[in-house]
């Protein structure tokens, strides 16, 4: 033991042990104090991670309920629209229908009254030729005072009938 106390190196390894010793508790303090500290800015780094993770899962509920009412809303849209169209088919096929028939009775009207027209002139030359036969027989087989007879009589004739 005598030659261990004398060694230099021994002594050296006490003072080692010793300052260590001393050390010891203000560095272990220090070391776990920090531990400590990093471990809580880790955990409060959690929180705030699971925080945010909340919040995206919350606004990505959020953006796909408004998604999904904005396609109810677009096909709400589109089946208006197309009864829409379809009512507006529906009501233009009618007034076209309506408008053909309209033409139609137009055209029959006018063609009614072509005819009615026709009959009329028809008649109305009719008339003429038989006056201008009836004249030229008149004055080929009767004469003037037999004439003035007739016309007086057909005169006298016209204002019976008219009446």
Do not use: C, N
Request: aromatic fraction near 4%; glycine fraction near 4%.
């Amino acid at each position: 033991m005598q030659q261990l106390m004398e060694d230099p190196t021994f002594w050296v390894a006490i003072a080692f042990v010793i300052a260590i010793a001393i050390a010891w508790k203000p560095l272990s303090k220090m070391i776990l104090g920090g531990l400590d500290g990093r471990s809580e800015r880790i955990a409060s780094e959690l929180d705030e991670a699971r925080r945010l993770r909340e919040e995206t899962q919350e606004l990505l509920a959020s953006y796909e309920r408004k998604q999904r009412e904005a396609e109810k809303e677009a096909e709400g849209i589109v089946a208006a629209a197309q009864e829409e169209a379809e009512r507006l088919a529906r009501r233009a096929a009618a007034d076209l229908e309506t408008q053909v028939a309209r033409r139609r009775q137009m055209a029959l009207d006018r063609i009614a009254q072509a005819e009615t027209d026709a009959v009329r002139d028809v008649r109305a030359a009719a008339v003429d030729l038989a006056l201008k036969a009836t004249r030229k027989l008149l004055d080929e087989k009767i004469g003037e005072t037999e004439q003035s007879k007739l016309v007086d009589e057909a005169i006298g004739e016209i204002g019976k009938r008219l009446h």
